[in-house]
């Protein structure tokens, strides 16, 4: 997904919050840059090093399929990930300490979309203004798709969320032709009283530009938006999120936008204009560049990022 649109928000001064929390989280994103460091330097993704946070049981073959040019210029996905690489989900466990609490993944595009241009190119409100229902997404050069990717992710999420004792809904599982449209799934969110909502991706920007970022809703009230109530728990939210994808992945925050931070602010995204309940975006890295390319197509490393961003959640909803 691309990082730029109208609306967009240069990396805003972080506000201290009060009482002894406010130490823990002013904490959190730095500390794991240092960690980050350290990691690179001694064990970091080139050196061969695994995090200790990876499931023993994630599949290590993430080779894109062979595809074809869609019409819009984007690569064809397959129809559904493969059993290898998107784990089978677990029942929710009877006890755990995230039982009650509701989480709803949201995998970014679908890899039906190609088929319905007609269809996602439709206009949809999002409070600011009106834009297209859903994208295509973007993919890797070899062809490697941002839908598969991201429903690949959310797969490994369920299955570890799960095992939390999370009721985890996903907003689409490829059981869709196209879709849902950016406003309908905010309203999945909303509708299943989450208490938290992720939505994945993998940015489509230019090469040399790599890491992940976190995309922060902002104070919007217009229309059908008022994301005032939700704007500081996603931010603690994404913060969280931030720091543990750095801790299990290795990753840098985005060197392209962000300032580093690895977190920026928008006003322009209807999933996040339109959601009631505490949301954010994951781009997990740039599939357009070569060195994050070979790690979203790591099924071992995808395991990773499923695990950095389920830890983050599991610390937002455990306070």
């Known amino acids: 997904m691309s990082y730029t649109g109208p609306g967009f928000d240069p990396p805003q001064p972080r506000r201290s919050l ?6 823990a989280l002013a904490a959190l994103v730095p500390g794991a840059l240092l960690g980050w460091a350290v990691y690179a330097a001694v064990d970091g993704p080139g050196n061969g090093g695994s995090s200790a946070g990876a499931s023993a049981t994630a599949s290590s073959s993430g080779a894109p399929s062979s595809t074809t040019p869609s019409p819009s210029g984007d690569r064809k996905p397959s129809a559904s990930p493969t059993a290898e690489e998107s784990p089978s989900p677990s ?20 890899p039906g979309n190609f088929r319905h241009t007609a269809e996602i190119n439709r206009q949809v409100d999002i409070g600011t203004n009106r834009k297209e229902c859903d994208t295509t997404g973007t993919s890797t050069d070899d062809g490697y798709a941002e839908a598969r990717f991201t429903l690949d992710v959310a797969h490994r999420m369920r299955a570890l ?12 599982d490829a059981d869709r032709p196209f879709g849902p449209c950016v406003d309908e ?10 208490d938290a909502v992720v939505s994945l991706h993998a940015d ?17 009230d217009a229309g059908a938006a008022d994301t005032r109530a939700i704007v ?19 990753s840098a925050p985005s060197n392209y936008v962000g300032g580093g931070t690895g977190l920026v602010t928008r006003k322009d995204l209807g999933g996040l204009n339109l959601s009631t309940v505490p949301k954010v975006f994951v781009e997990c890295g740039n599939m357009r560049d070569s060195k994050d390319a070979a790690l979203l197509t790591s099924g071992a490393w995808r395991q990773k990022a ?14």
């Open 185 to 194: 799934r905010a309203r999945i969110g909303n509708a299943a009283k989450a």
């Open 204 to 220: 489509g920007s230019g090469a040399g530009n790599r890491g992940f970022h976190v995309i922060l809703p902002g104070a919007v």
């Open 91 to 110: 029942a929710p466990a009877a006890f755990g300490p995230l039982k009650g609490k509701v989480v709803v993944i949201d995998p970014g595009h679908n």
């Open 232 to 250: 500081g728990p996603s931010r603690d939210l994404g913060e969280r999120i931030a720091g543990n994808f750095v801790r299990v992945t290795g």
């Open 18 to 23: 009060r009482g002894p929390l406010t130490v």
């Open 161 to 172: 969320l799960e095992e939390q004792g999370a009721t985890v809904k996903l907003t689409q």
């Open 306 to 319: 499923a695990r950095g961003i389920s830890d983050g959640i599991v610390s937002f909803l455990r306070g």
